[in-house]
Every structure is written in structure tokens, then in C-alpha cells.
Nanobody
Framework: QVQLVESGGGLAQPGDSLRLSCAAS????????MSWVRQAPGKAFEWVSA????????TYANFVKGRFTISRDNANRMIYLQMNNLEQGDTAMYYC?????????????WGQGTEVTVSS
């Protein structure tokens, strides 16, 4: 079992950048695809991005392509989400999860989330 703890959220203005971090514990971390999933207030969960166990393959939702970059450091059990050119629509709670783009909500292991607010 993997345990996940996110950090790095906060208040940003449109056009700003933030970097989210996810610290993972558990010996099987390196076996998992990992994702970032977000939930805006009053809205459904949205998958944002995923990275394969080796950190080679990455996938992104269309609404963040070209702005967000996912990466991982398996030696230190970390997952990152670099978010550039933030938009107000990026305001959400961001969760680090196991799994790829197609995995269901129930099948994922979730962190507690880190809140991102983008406002002018």
C-alpha cells in the first residue's frame, strides 16, 4: 500500500506558476502509474495528468497541455506537478493518486489534497 501526502498549493494570480509535490511512502511506489486529479468547488473530479512507473511516459488532459508538467523522482519517492500560466479555471483541490488516466476513482489511492486558488 502507498501513502501519499501533497504540498505546494496556495494562492496565485492568473499567469503565475506553482509547483505541487507529492511525497509517497510504501515499498511498491515504483510499480505504480501516478496521477494528479483535481476537484473544483461543486464539480466532479477531473483527471489532470499521469506518469508511468519509470517516469518516461506522460499524459495530460487537454485543458492543461502545454501548461502543466508531471514528473517523478523514484529514488526519493516524489511526484511533482509544475503548473505554469495558471488560469482561474485551475482553482481546485489537487490530489496525488495512484493509477493512470483510465483508472476509476475507487481504484485509486488518494492523498489528502492541496488547494490551489487562482484569482486576480
Amino acid at each position: 500500500q502507498v501513502q501519499l501526502v501533497e504540498s505546494g498549493g496556495g494562492l496565485a494570480q492568473p499567469g503565475d506558476s506553482l509547483r505541487l509535490s507529492c511525497a509517497a511512502s510504501g515499498s511498491t511506489f515504483g510499480n505504480y502509474w501516478m496521477s494528479w486529479v483535481r476537484q473544483a468547488p461543486g464539480k466532479a473530479f477531473e483527471w489532470v495528468s499521469a506518469i508511468d512507473p519509470d517516469g518516461v511516459r506522460t499524459t495530460y488532459a487537454n485543458f492543461v497541455k502545454g501548461r502543466f508538467t508531471i514528473s517523478r523522482d523514484n529514488a526519493n519517492r516524489m511526484i511533482y506537478l509544475q503548473m505554469n500560466n495558471l488560469e482561474q479555471g485551475d482553482t481546485a483541490m489537487y490530489y496525488c493518486t495512484t493509477g493512470g488516466a483510465a483508472d476509476t476513482i475507487r481504484s485509486r489511492t488518494w492523498g489528502q489534497g492541496t488547494e490551489v486558488t487562482v484569482s486576480s
